[in-house]
């Protein structure tokens, strides 16, 4: 009924809903301004999570790509290191969300962010 449709819109829209200040925006209050269970609000933010991963991947591949000689093995060490944090960032996940819910899982999002910057400003690159 409407609880499980309500999660439904939660996870569709934890991006935007999970990072506040405590107390300052309820998750139901978030979930209801961003269109609570309905299904279109649901449907528009996967759309816009799935367009901001391909225009960050055609980015990203385009840098890789075109300061090589070797573009081939960009790409490939592009693919691995992208599909291996993926892969240690849902494993961390998990646990995250058994222990503190989508806050947990919003934090190792913010943790796998906050290591990416820092080692792309530690190389110098940007």
Not at 51 to 60: E, Q, R, T, Y
Request: glycine content about 14%; proline content about 5%; some cysteine.
């Amino acid at each position: 009924g409407a609880p499980q449709a309500e999660r439904g819109a939660h996870f569709g829209v934890v991006v935007l809903v999970e990072v506040h200040p405590p107390g300052v925006l309820g998750d139901r209050q978030a979930v209801q301004w961003l269109g609570g269970h309905v299904l279109p609000a649901l449907f528009a933010a996967a759309i816009a999570i799935h367009a901001a991963l391909v225009a960050s991947h055609v980015a990203n591949q385009t840098v890789a790509l075109t300061t090589t000689t070797a573009p081939a093995t960009a790409n490939t060490a592009y693919v691995v290191s992208g599909f291996a944090g993926g892969a240690l960032a849902s494993a961390a996940a998990g646990p995250a969300f058994g222990h503190w819910g989508w806050a947990g899982v919003c934090a190792v999002a913010g943790v796998w962010l906050a290591l990416g910057w820092a080692t792309t400003m530690r190389t110098g690159r940007r």
